[in-house]
């Protein structure tokens, strides 16, 4: 399993992120005080928190959903708050620029209630999309934010253990943990050629950083080739049959979290039925 080496960067820092300057999710995971829960548990509490979240469709319980697992997070787990605004800048952005396509639009004539002359074509939006687009944003935001909960405070062995559990194909077991770990792989190489590359100037222009990508990018595809072949040696040199094995710790569910997540559902339901 992927450990960050140098994760504890100092004692006003809890929790170190990086390996080379990348995030390890595991990290934060092993060092979660919600770490002796039961992954089990936490993989069910995330995935119907999640279901809840699409199905119900609600901005008020979607935003008590967000509440919810960042106080999870960040006060249960003990995630320090600057380290959890990193992890969820990423999805942040990405669900923020792909929800702009519902609040906005283009027309060569203007239109709307609300409309911005560019020149060649006009920027169209009206109050009903603004609202439909921040519904989206904030319901698939709660959506990431019980995913996030369940990777920031369980282990991957430990999700693939309750995958197992769920009889999910081990073909996608194997596959989805040996990408996950070979992601990491691909990024310190990248992080070394990039450190290289900058100490012989090869950023020094915008015409010698495309170079450098360019070399980057093939000098990747050539090594990772070589690492796949290194890797699938090194997993049959420790008896690898077809399938991955993890020791586990059993961890009990305790009566405490199971009244916890009853009240939490049943809280979201009354939410729902309040503000339908």
């Known amino acids: 399993m992927k450990i ?17 300057e990348h995030f390890s999710i595991d990290c934060f995971a092993y060092k ?33 959903v967000i509440m919810a697992m960042t106080y999870l997070i960040v006060v249960k787990s003990g995630l320090n708050m600057r380290e959890y ?21 283009f027309s060569r004539h203007p239109a709307g209630e609300i409309n911005m002359d560019l020149g060649y ?3 169209i939006t009206s109050k009903r999309s603004l609202l439909e687009m921040f519904r989206l944003f904030i319901r698939s935001y709660a959506a990431v934010s019980a995913l996030q909960m369940m990777t920031l405070t ?5 999700i693939i253990s309750v995958l197992k559990k769920m009889h999910v194909p081990v073909i996608v077991i194997e596959m989805m943990n040996m990408i996950y770990r070979y992601i990491f792989i691909l990024l310190e190489l990248n992080n070394k050629m990039k ?13 010698t950083a495309c170079y450098s990508f360019g070399s980057i990018a093939g000098n990747i595809l050539v090594v990772s ?25 059993n961890k009990k569910t305790e009566g405490v979290h199971i009244a916890g997540a009853s009240v939490f559902v049943a809280f979201l339901l009354i939410i729902w039925f309040a503000t339908k």
């Open 85 to 105: 605004i990193s992890v969820m800048s990423i999805p942040f952005t990405f669900l923020l620029l792909a929800t702009l396509a519902v609040g906005f639009d």
């Open 225 to 249: 080739l070589k690492k796949a072949e290194t890797y699938y040696n090194a997993m049959e040199a420790r008896c690898y049959d077809g399938e991955y094995s993890f020791l586990q710790e």
């Open 32 to 64: 979660s005080k919600m770490n002796h829960w039961n992954p089990t548990y936490k993989v069910f509490l995330a995935l119907v928190t999640i279901i809840m979240c699409l199905v119900l469709n609600n901005l008020f319980v979607s935003l008590f």
């Open 121 to 123: 074509f006009y920027l």
């Open 154 to 158: 369980t282990s991957s062995s430990e």
């Open 4 to 20: 960050v080496k140098d994760g504890i960067r100092g004692s006003n820092n809890m929790f170190g992120h990086t390996h080379d």
């Open 195 to 207: 450190k290289s590359a900058h100490a012989r100037l090869g950023y020094c222009d915008f015409r």
